[in-house]
Structures are given as structure tokens and as C-alpha cells.
T-cell receptor
Framework: SQKIEQNSEALNIQEGKTATLTCNYT??????LQWYRQDPGRGPVFLLL?????KEKRKERLKVTFDTTLKQSLFHITASQPADSATYLC????????????FGKGTMLLVSP | GAGVSQTPSNKVTEKGKYVELRCDPI?????LYWYRQSLGQGPEFLIY????????DSGLPNDRFFAVRPEGSVSTLKIQRTERGDSAVYLC???????????FGPGTRLTVL
């Protein structure tokens, strides 16, 4: 069956360090992958989209990689700040021609000052 | 401009009752999605509208769940004969591009007693 895996344990890092979050998937052939941020009590907020023919995408302090051979995406936040503390969700399209997303469970990131 | 809004923000009902959850998407967004999120889980796809029609309702768990979007803007998710297992946060999202980023509302927290 299709599965998306994100680290279920919270990631604790110190301010200024680089946070790296992992998203692994099986039995999918997604056309693209998206990363969202979710704060408690709020809806997810879109961060980045990377397509299957792209290896890497950057936006300010954020970087996403997409390895379709390993079936893995890595999400990096450089120079992390306490305000980056949130749950980060990866989402894949079902390759069905429109954006019906399947989300992972998310990884909580805690950045301490 | 205004983002996606959802009403009510909280809904408490008794088992067996009927509930309606409303979503106001971003003006001009033709794509509208409903998701359900349980504690500690990522959003789970329910239904996708393109314009007035349901393009994909494969995520609706059973025939107690139904959604409409009669004029291609506001959508209502309807749940009949609610069960305790329906308790979750119901999220709505809209998009101008079915293969792009989705803009989420704050969600409606449904509690079935």
C-alpha cells in the first residue's frame, strides 16, 4: 500500500543550527511534492513545491531536495530561529492530474534559544 | 485580501445529529478541497471540487458524508447521523491551480459526544 513516513519524534535543535526533516514514501510516483508548516490550532501554510524533474529548490532559509530514486525528500531550515518551531508536513500528489494531496503525519520542530 | 474562512470554528453535537460545516474560499479560486485531521495525524483528503462539480470524492468515508458547492464558491460539508469517530478538525483549502499550492482555512473542530 502507499505510505508516507515522516519522523514521528520531535526534532530539537539549537537556534542558529540547520534543521533537517525527512519525508520518505513508498509505492508512489508523485509528479511533485509539497512542504507545509502547521502551527497549533491553525491550518497548514504552504512553504515549497518541488517537481519530480527538480533535484533541489530554495526559498530564503529553506531548501528542499527530491530524490525519486531513493523516494525521499529532505527539508532544510538554515540559521533556525525559535519562530521556526512548528509541525512540518510533507504532501504528495496522487499523480492523478490534479492536486489531491496525501499528507504525512508531520514532524514537530522545536528550536530553542 | 481575505484568506479561506470556515464556520463555525467549533461545533459540539450529540451522536446521531446532523451537522453542516461551511467554507468560504479565496475569491476566484476554482479548486476547493475538504480534509479531515485527527490529533497527531496529517490532513486526510475527503473531496475535491473544480468549480461546482465534485471532481474526486473518493476520500469521503461513507454515505453519511456529503459536500456541495452550488455556485462554485462557498462549500458546505454535511455529515448525517454523526458518530463519535467523526470528531476531528475539518479543514478546507482552495487553490487557483489544481497542481499548485493550497491555501488552508483555520478549520472547524467537530466534537461528537
Amino acid at each position: 500500500s502507499q505510505k508516507i513516513e515522516q519522523n514521528s519524534e520531535a526534532l530539537n535543535i539549537q537556534e542558529g543550527k540547520t534543521a533537517t526533516l525527512t519525508c520518505n514514501y513508498t509505492n508512489y510516483s508523485p509528479a511533485y511534492l509539497q512542504w507545509y508548516r502547521q502551527d497549533p490550532g491553525r491550518g497548514p501554510v504552504f512553504l515549497l513545491l518541488i517537481r519530480e524533474n527538480e533535484k533541489e529548490k530554495r526559498k530564503e532559509r529553506l531548501k528542499v531536495t527530491f530524490d525519486t530514486t531513493l523516494k525521499q525528500s529532505l527539508f532544510h531550515i538554515t540559521a533556525s530561529q525559535p519562530a521556526d518551531s512548528a509541525t512540518y508536513l510533507c504532501a504528495l500528489d496522487l499523480n492523478s492530474g490534479y492536486s489531491t494531496l496525501t499528507f504525512g503525519k508531520g514532524t514537530m520542530l522545536l528550536v530553542s534559544p | 485580501g481575505a484568506g479561506v474562512s470556515q464556520t463555525p470554528s467549533n461545533k459540539v453535537t450529540e451522536k446521531g445529529k446532523y451537522v453542516e460545516l461551511r467554507c468560504d474560499p479565496i475569491s476566484g479560486h476554482t479548486a476547493l478541497y475538504w480534509y479531515r485531521q485527527s490529533l497527531g495525524q496529517g490532513p486526510e483528503f475527503l473531496i475535491y471540487f473544480q468549480g461546482t462539480g465534485a471532481a474526486d470524492d473518493s476520500g469521503l468515508p461513507n454515505d453519511r458524508f456529503f459536500a456541495v458547492r452550488p455556485e462554485g464558491s462557498v462549500s458546505t460539508l454535511k455529515i448525517q447521523r454523526t458518530e463519535r469517530g467523526d470528531s476531528a478538525v475539518y479543514l478546507c483549502a482552495s487553490s487557483s491551480d489544481p497542481s499548485g499550492e493550497q491555501f488552508f482555512g483555520p478549520g472547524t473542530r467537530l466534537t461528537v459526544l
